[in-house]
């Protein structure tokens, strides 16, 4: 119970600094902190993200961090992107989907690193909402 | 102006069908995508970038709770004890993004994708 709260907090920090809705965190919270099974964790952990990310975009919103048509195209594309995942999971070995999305990833880190370090300390200037396109 | 507006819309759309399309697979948020893709394809900064992702994932965890929750699968009692804790740290999180360097979110971002991705690979 009491490292279910902890590894809450720890999600919700990892939420706010990046950006993700903590998920990853939270399914072994409810696992192993709370003994609920895989699938009940991994739909209550969906539950917990809601006040999470709402509360997180609030803030940002403050902040002047949120492009708010953008986030709401995001939000109702993937919920179409989601249902295809569902049927894709139940037509393609599991195994070969951790291997695509995870070399995927790493593709992306390296891209992430590589333009940090292009850019310096200064990644942030010159962009906006209103940055469509940038060609360096 | 239209060429380039239309393409800003097809990468949109392409970075919220691959955010669902890891949703929908790995149970998870799409905010894993959705930050790196907005910064790389979109030109958006990290801070714009993280704000937004979780507008969309607002939504996206809306629904998807909706449709796990018609089957029954959804606790709320365990899904407070642990999200209630989150929000508390989330405005910790937001605080601390604030005083740290876009350059240093970014890296923090890559540091995590690398760890998830090879938890992926090695079937973790």
């Known amino acids: ?136 | 102006m239209a060429r380039m507006a239309g393409r800003r819309t097809l990468r949109l759309a392409a970075i919220g069908t691959a955010a669902g399309l890891f949703s929908g697979l790995f149970g998870v948020g799409g905010g894993i995508l959705i930050v790196p893709l907005l910064v790389l394809w979109c030109g958006f900064g990290e801070r714009l970038a993280t704000g937004t992702s979780l507008a969309a994932i607002v939504i996206i965890a809306a629904v998807a709770t909706a449709a796990h929750g018609a089957y029954g699968n959804v606790h709320i009692r365990e899904g407070l004890l642990v999200g209630l804790p989150a929000v508390a740290g989330v405005l910790i999180g937001t605080e601390l993004q604030a005083r740290i360097s876009a350059r240093s979110i970014s890296l923090l971002f890559a540091a995590v994708l690398g760890a998830v991705a090879v938890a992926m690979l090695a079937g973790l």
Do not use: C, K, Y
């Not at chain 1, 919103?61 to 139940?90: F, S, Y």
């Open chain 1, 1 to 136: 119970m009491i490292e279910a709260i902890l590894i809450g907090l720890a999600a919700g920090v990892v939420a706010g600094l990046l950006g993700v809705g903590g998920g990853t965190l939270f399914v072994p919270a409810l696992t192993i902190g709370l003994g609920l099974s895989q699938l009940d964790a991994e739909a209550t952990s969906l539950l917990a993200i809601i006040p999470v990310a709402l509360v997180g975009a609030v803030r940002q919103r403050a902040h002047g961090n949120v492009d708010v048509r953008t986030g709401a195209v995001l939000g109702v594309v993937a919920v179409a992107g989601a249902l295809a995942g569902v049927a894709i999971a139940n037509a393609v070995p599991q195994r070969a989907l951790e291997v695509g999305f995870g070399l995927f990833l790493l593709f992306v880190a390296w891209r992430l690193v590589a333009r940090a370090l292009r850019l310096g300390g200064d990644s942030e200037a010159g962009a906006g909402a209103g940055a469509g396109e940038r060609h360096h």
